[in-house]
C-alpha cells in the first residue's frame, strides 16, 4: 500500500529546481505506457487529471493579474 502521507513529506522537501523533473519523470512513464497500451485505463486518468491541475493552475494565475 502507498503511504500518502509519506509522499506528501517527500513531495514538501523536494527542491524547487526537482519539481519539473518529477513532473517530466511522470509524464514520460505514464506516456509510455499509453504507448504500450493506448486503453491503459490508469495512464488515461493520469493525463485527464493532469490536464485538469493544468487548467485550474492557468485559471488561478489568471484571476492574480
Not at 16 to 23: Q, S, T
Not at 29 to 56: C, G, M, V, W
Request: hydrophobic share 40%; with cysteine.
Amino acid at each position: 500500500m502507498i503511504d500518502t502521507n509519506k509522499l506528501w513529506e517527500i513531495l514538501g522537501d523536494i527542491g524547487e529546481d526537482d519539481i519539473p523533473h518529477v513532473l517530466t519523470k511522470l509524464f514520460t512513464i505514464y506516456e509510455e505506457i499509453l504507448e504500450r497500451n493506448p486503453e491503459d485505463a490508469a495512464a488515461k486518468t493520469f493525463f485527464k487529471h493532469l490536464s485538469q491541475a493544468f487548467t485550474q493552475v492557468d485559471g488561478c494565475n489568471l484571476n492574480r493579474r
